[in-house]
């Protein structure tokens, strides 16, 4: 399986039946999987997209989203490497639609 200029491994995850970018980001989609099986949560998405700039086109894609029991919604983005770019756009995200966006970091913690 092929890298991506990170080191990230792409990683299939059986029950949800797709590819993701790494396996972190695999073991999570697993993870949330079964909490929305149990009704821990619900509405499921799997790469949400937001534009953030309509010229030139620039969007925010995170890995999931999700509402909890209490009605609360739930933005997560896996991440090994926290890049400027990515640390720009979240910033951008929470002022232009107010939208918080929870990191879940693995292993590699550097920033570029």
């Not at 821990?40 to 999931?64: C, G, N």
């Not at 400027?84 to 693995?106: C, F, M, P, Q, S």
Request: charged share 30%; aromatic share 8%.
């Amino acid at each position: 399986m092929a890298k991506n200029k990170y080191g990230a491994v792409q990683d299939f995850c059986p029950p949800c039946g797709r590819w993701h970018r790494s396996k972190a980001e695999a073991t999570r989609a697993h993870e949330l999987f079964l909490m929305e099986k149990a009704k821990v949560i619900r509405q499921l998405q799997h790469e949400p997209m937001w534009v953030l700039s309509k010229t030139p086109k620039i969007t925010y894609k995170a890995d999931f989203q999700y509402v909890t029991q209490e009605g609360q919604q739930v933005v997560e983005d896996v991440k090994g490497i926290l890049t400027r770019e990515t640390r720009v756009k979240i910033a951008w995200l929470k002022e232009k639609y107010g939208v918080d966006v929870n990191l879940i970091r693995t292993g590699r913690q550097h920033e570029r």
